[in-house]
Each structure stands twice: as C-alpha cells, then as structure tokens.
C-alpha cells in the first residue's frame, strides 16, 4: 500500500509541469461560436465517484489535487492516511500552492479539508502575508477558520508583531478569536506577556481564560513576582484565583518558599488554594524535600492538608524513606503526625509493589 501511495504522489510531480502548461495554453472558445452544452454544476455539487470520473480539468490546480486526494483516500490505515497526507502536502510545489488549494477549497471531502490546512500552513511558513492574504478571501465556513488558524501559528513563529497587526485586524467573529488563540498559544512559549496581551482582547470565554493561564503560567517560572503582581489586577474574582495559584504553581521549581507564600496569602481557601498547595508540594520536594516538609507541618486543618501529605511522603519516601521517617518522629503526637505515619506506610508498600514488579523471576 505504501508503495501505491508513493506511486500516486510521484505522478502529482511528474504531471504538475505539464498540467501548468496545459493550463497556460487552452485556448478560449470563440465569442462568435454559440455553444449547445449543457450547463455543467460547480464539483463540489457532484458525487465523489463523478469527480473522480469526469474527464480531466482543464486547470492544473484541479488535476493535481485529484491526483493528490486519490493517494490519499486509498489508506485505510489511520497512520498510513497520516503519511499520505503529509507526504501530499510536500509534494506540491510552492508555485503550484494557490492553485492546488483553489482547487481544494471545491472538495468536500475530509482528506482535502486535511490537506488543505497542511498546504495552508506550509504556505504560510513560506510566505505568510500571501497565504493571509488568500485565507482572507474565502467565505465563511469552517474551512475560512482553520486557514486563518494556521496562517497564525506559522506567522507567529516568524514575525509576531506583523502577525498580531494582521489578526486584529480581521473582521469579529468565531475565526478571529480562534486565530487570535493559537497565535498566543504560539506566543506564549517566548513572549508571555505579549501573549496576554492579545488574550485580554479577546471575548471572555473559557478558552479565553485558559489561555491567560497558560501564558502567565510561562511567565510565572521566568518573573514570579511581575507575573503575580499582574493577576492581582485582574477584576474577575474567580479568574484572577486561577492566575494566582498558575503562578504560584509555576514558581515552585525554582523557588518554593516565594511558591509557598504567595498561595498562602493571596489565595482564599478553596478549590484554587487546595490545587495549588499540592502542586508546589509535588514540585518543591523534588529540590528540598526537608523545607517542603516543614512548611507542610504549618499547614491548618484544611481539606489541603491531607492530599499535600500523602504527595509529600509519597515522593519524599522514593527519595529517602529514612529522611522522611526521621521527619515524621519528630512531629509531635496530633493529627498530622497520624495523617504522616498512614501516608508513609502507603508509601512504603507501593515502594514494595514496584520493587517486586520489575524484579527479574528466580534467580541464579
């Protein structure tokens, strides 16, 4: 099968020069010559079998593609169908991209919609304003908002402030704030802060919002302190929880006692405080198993409290089960101490578990 695909994608190559030429070269009809044929329907208005039969396009942006989809739809296989396409979508030439996809834009099929966000992108990597250009134009549909997606995340990765310009510029609607996410998403990962900036433009949504999380999560572990004063202005209440407890999460690899404070003072007792005091647990005792535990041992009897043991014990008892047994004798009798000791044991026995699971059978 992999063969036949090869076969497929290796004709799409050996007919695109001629299929430009064939294109270049039909001559138009006579104006004068009344024609009796019958008035033929757009493709995307026939069956798949008919398109596939009809006799060949006289524009080469159209033959190319039904040579490129019939690889393609001849995979079954989810992993070879994924091979196919991509290997389609570098099969065809930058010159031959505006048509091609001319030609996609026709097909209704799902493996030229596929095909077509792949050949959008690569367009777009290439030269973004023209594939933004040509996005821009197509009607509304789901197939306007994936172009314009990928138009934005390769055009981010290359010139962030010109793609910026460009999706703001965008009419409102669904499309523009989809573009508007993925271009921050790809933002986020080295400006941050501009990240947020083009997500506090956008409509509140739950897709909104997680991606303020995510960006001033990025920031969060470069600028703790920055990152957490600009969530403290944030007016939604249970948003701005949200971005707190991200940074404070954010912040704990690389310093859990500034980690510790800020969801300890900033953050209300609750579901965000619960998370987060279990996250920097999970994250501090990786470096300082002991500081860990000793903030831990101030904790109040709060719902918090108990999960943020037993990850405490859990990790730290991997680590050093005669450190974290040290610890736990020297609390002083109460309800931690009792919460430790079963936290400790459960420990230890998955320890065991794990232990004898990868230990090889009989011996020599």
């Known amino acids: 099968m992999r063969t036949k695909v090869a076969l497929g994608l290796m004709v799409a190559l050996l007919l695109a020069p001629a299929l430009r030429h064939l294109g270049s070269s039909t001559a138009p009809p006579a104006k004068d010559e009344p024609s009796d044929s019958p008035i033929t329907p757009p493709a995307s208005y026939l069956p798949r079998h008919a398109r596939r039969s009809s006799p060949p396009a006289t524009q ?27 290997g389609a979508a570098r099969s065809v030439s930058e010159a031959d991209l505006p048509a091609v996809l001319d030609a996609l834009v026709r097909d209704a099929g799902p493996a030229a919609a596929e095909l077509c966000q792949l050949l959008v992108r690569r367009w777009a990597e290439a030269d973004a304003p023209a594939a ?14 994936a172009a314009l997606e990928q138009v934005a995340i390769a055009w981010a990765n290359t010139d962030l402030a010109a793609a910026t310009g460009w999706v703001e510029a965008l009419p409102d609607g669904d499309a523009r704030q989809a573009a508007a996410l993925n271009l921050a998403y790809e933002a986020a990962r080295s ?18 919002d997680d991606l303020l999380v995510h960006a ?46 800020l969801a300890a003072s900033a953050l209300g007792a609750g579901q965000e405080q619960d998370r987060a005091t279990v996250a920097i647990v999970q994250r501090w005792v990786q470096n300082s198993p002991q500081a860990a535990a000793s903030w831990v041992s101030q904790f109040p009897d709060l719902p918090s409290r108990e999960p943020a043991v037993q990850n405490l014990l859990a990790l730290w008892t991997a680590q050093d089960a005669e450190a974290a ?27 065991d578990r794990t232990s004898a699971a990868v230990a090889p059978a009989g011996g020599l």
């Open 216 to 261: 001033i999560s990025q920031w969060g572990g470069a600028d703790p302190a920055a990152a957490a004063d600009w969530a403290a202005k944030v007016s939604d209440p249970s948003l701005q929880q949200r971005l707190v407890a991200a940074v404070a999460i954010a912040a704990a690899e690389r310093d859990g006692p500034a980690a510790a404070t």
């Open 325 to 351: 047994g040290t610890w736990l004798r020297e609390l002083p009798a109460g309800p931690l101490r009792d919460l430790g000791i079963t936290a400790y044991d459960q420990a230890l026995a998955d320890r």
């Open 60 to 86: 080469p942006g159209q033959a190319l593609a039904a040579v490129l989809l019939a690889a393609v739809e001849g995979e079954t296989d989810p992993d070879r169908r994924s091979e196919a396409l991509e």
């Open 191 to 208: 400006e941050p802060v501009k990240a947020l900036d083009v997500a506090s433009g956008l409509a509140p949504t739950p897709a909104r």
């Open 132 to 145: 933004a250009a040509w996005a821009a134009q197509l009607p509304q549909s789901p197939l306007y908002r």
